[in-house]
């Protein structure tokens, strides 16, 4: 019975094709397209969820960086696409040419999923590195951007080879005439890529980096280190986009090492009024004693005067004070400024510790303070540095001394008002001070001296 159905449908399908020739390849050629939308269903459907689905469920998280970058979707068109190539020698009703047209495409289209779906995994590689602590001093962006472009290159070469119906050989042994003008259109890549080289090799950059480079007025964090640029965010929330192979070509500057020694320098300069500069009295001695920080150094230094000056023994000597040695103004108030800084918590003590003059300027006698900070934050450093000025601006005047400051309006107008004063003093007699007639009240008070 069933024997006999299948020679019945045979026959029907027979006289089909003896009836109507192009039933047999219009038949083929529908099967071929369901078989080419079957297998992209299955692939799509499928293959492709379940595969999502295993990775999901993974305990490791590095192929979770496969699906952010899509590597598995690039691969499903393949499939499909191996089934037409296959498929479609076995449709007559297209001639020899159109098939292998459409046998050639479906290799290029092939060749490039392919390349795509490696370089979603080399981007799918850079991010699971970049989740590394060595990421940090040794990135590979630079060299997986250029192995993105070698494979970009060769599957081109594959594709015109395919396309033309040549050996990729071929094509390549064409190249050589081209260097020159590969060299010309990649010079700023290859250049880069020496550069990311030597920056990766010497440790010269790192991502979190703060750096500085004037020439293309960045200033602030390394955020991304590319094939042929690095990419810095600066404090003003501004990005400078800098070519890598710039670095080798100009200057800049690397904070890094700040970081890690652990301190940030105060390096600023206070100009004392030079005519405020003087001895001090002994009054003055007597109550920089009681100052906590100066008590040591009063002692000390009056000990060695009085032992420099015991040994003057001629009294007309003795009374001349560039033969004796005495406590200056400027002197103690450096010594205060001194023991403050090194006893003030903030202050680095293993680092580079300075309180000194330099050379005098039209603007006064520069006191420089050069010290470490033990915080390296921006926002601590700043704040210990304006603490440490609030308070040494602030005991100057005990010291007799006076911050050299340019003339302001305020200052003209007081003397403009002072002379206005004196000249209607001087033109009513009556507003005139009592000239003193005691010969004491004439002499000058006598300079005490310190011996």
């Known amino acids: 019975m069933i024997l006999t159905t299948q020679i019945t449908l045979a026959n029907v399908f027979t006289r089909l094709i003896d009836a109507y020739p192009w039933a047999e390849p219009g038949a083929k050629l529908l099967l071929l397209i369901l078989a080419v939308l079957a297998t992209h269903a299955i692939a799509r459907y499928a293959l492709l969820p379940w595969s999502i689905r295993i990775i999901r469920f993974s305990s490791s998280t590095w192929d979770d960086a496969l699906i952010k970058y899509k590597v598995l979707h690039r691969l499903i068109p393949i499939l499909p696409l191996l089934v037409l190539n296959r498929g479609v020698e076995f449709i007559p009703i297209l001639n020899d040419p159109i098939t292998i047209l459409i046998q050639r495409l479906a290799v290029s289209i092939i060749v490039v999923m392919v390349a795509a779906s490696i370089n979603g995994m080399l981007s799918a590689i850079n991010e699971i590195y970049s989740n590394t602590s060595l990421s940090k001093s040794r990135p590979l962006k630079g060299y997986l951007q250029v192995l993105q472009i070698l494979i970009y290159i060769i599957a081109g070469i594959i594709v015109i080879a395919a396309l033309i119906n040549q050996s990729p050989l071929y094509l390549l042994s064409g190249l050589g005439a081209m260097t020159a003008v590969l060299l010309l259109v990649f010079r700023d890549t290859l250049l880069s890529l020496v550069a990311g080289i030597q920056l990766t090799s010497n440790d010269l950059i790192r991502l979190g980096d703060w750096i500085e480079m004037p020439g293309f007025n960045a200033d602030g964090a390394v955020v991304d280190i590319a094939l042929n640029s690095v990419r810095v965010q600066n404090w003003d929330r501004t990005t400078s986009i800098i ?28 100009y004392i ?78 680092l580079t510790f300075l309180v000194r003059q330099l050379q005098p300027t039209a603007e006064g006698l520069p ?68 000239p003193a007639t005691d010969e004491a009240q004439r002499k000058p008070a006598p300079v005490q001296e310190t011996n």
């Open 273 to 350: 009024d030079m005519s405020t500069i003087r001895f001090l009295t002994a009054e003055e001695i007597e109550r920089f004693r009681h100052y906590v920080v100066l008590k040591d150094y009063i002692e000390e230094k009056l000990t060695e005067i009085q032992t420099h000056n015991a040994s003057i023994t001629a009294p007309e000597e003795a009374s001349i004070h560039a033969n004796t040695r005495q406590l200056t103004n400027i002197g103690t108030f450096r010594a205060y400024v001194s023991q403050y800084l090194r006893k003030h918590p903030m202050i680095h003590q293993e």
């Open 243 to 270: 070519p890598t192979h710039k670095f080798l070509e100009n200057s800049f500057k690397n904070w890094r090492t700040m970081f890690e020694s652990g301190g940030r320098r105060i390096k600023r300069s206070i």
């Open 367 to 434: 006191l420089e303070i050069y010290v470490f900070t033990n915080d390296t934050r921006w926002a601590i450093y700043e704040g210990v540095q304006a603490d440490v000025f609030d308070h040494v601006l602030s005991v100057i005047p005990d010291f007799g001394l006076r911050v050299f400051q340019n003339p302001s309006g305020h200052d003209i107008a007081q003397i403009t008002s002072a002379v206005a004063a004196n000249n209607t003093a001087q033109n009513n007699p009556a507003h005139l001070p009592i």
